[in-house]
T-cell receptor, first 113, second 114 residues
Framework: NAGVTQTPKFQVLKTGQSMTLQCAQD?????MSWYRQDPGMGLRLIHY???????DQGEVPNGYNVSRSTTEDFPLRLLSAAPSQTSVYFC????????????FGEGSRLTVL | AQSVSQHNHHVILSEAASLELGCNYS??????LFWYVQYPGQHLQLLLK??????LVKGIKGFEAEFIKSKFSFNLRKPSVQWSDTAEYFC????????????FGQGTILTVHP
């Protein structure tokens, strides 16, 4: 079982560049989310989606866009990368929105120079 | 908004030592509580969860956690750690009003020496 798949695993960007982190899940989960992990700060929610066509902001949404055109895919777009966006990004999904039992991808390590 | 605090940033133990990692949350209503673990080079995975009922919950690999409502705490314990328990541990809370949005603590890095 693939579970939650994130690509790329590693990426280096220059300030001002844009890119998309891909996330796909094959478990037919309605809920998908993006977190960023920074040392000493735990995981912070960027954006989330409770179903196709529905997205909402989390705790730290600035500088990021998302869309959810299908149940399976939830890409995260960095519009104009900044050094403050250097982080490890995790995509997570859940079968039932309210349970909090998340399945995580393996993470994408992004460095912005 | 709710918040989660983990008291220790880095805990270093020898094998067979007992473990207790602290977790406190700030929210006055009903909560679901979780511990997630991230082994080196791997993604986060669920260790254990509390929804309701018995406040002492057991998870995988011999871990357990106790929910103490009066103290707003959900501490993680293991009687005897192993080298393979070396990982980062995250406490997380879900409230009825957060609609699926987990709030995570800062994480505690556990290093177990053989």
């Amino acid at each position: 079982n693939a579970g939650v798949t994130q690509t790329p695993k590693f990426q280096v960007l220059k300030t001002g560049q844009s890119m998309t982190l891909q996330c796909a899940q094959d478990m037919n989960h309605e809920y998908m989310s993006w977190y960023r992990q920074d040392p000493g700060m735990g995981l912070r929610l960027i954006h989330y989606s409770v179903g196709a066509g529905i997205t909402d902001q989390g705790e730290v949404p600035n500088g990021y866009n998302v869309s959810r055109s299908t149940t399976e895919d939830f890409p995260l777009r960095l519009l104009s990368a900044a050094p403050s966006q250097t982080s490890v990004y995790f995509c997570a999904s859940s079968r039932i929105v309210r349970t909090g039992e998340l399945f995580f991808g393996e993470g994408s390590r992004l460095t912005v120079l | 908004a709710q918040s989660v605090s983990q008291h220790n940033h880095h805990v270093i133990l020898s094998e067979a030592a007992s473990l207790e990692l602290g977790c406190n949350y700030s929210y006055g209503g009903t909560v679901n509580l979780f511990w997630y673990v991230q082994y080196p080079g791997q993604h986060l995975q669920l260790l254990l969860k509390y929804f309701s009922g018995d406040p002492l919950v057991k998870g995988i690999k011999g871990f357990e956690a106790e929910f103490i409502k009066s103290k707003f705490s959900f501490n993680l314990r293991k009687p005897s750690v192993q080298w393979s328990d070396t990982a980062e541990y995250f406490c997380a809370v879900l409230t009825r009003t957060s609609y699926g949005k987990l709030t995570f603590g800062q994480g505690t890095i556990l290093t177990v020496h053989p």
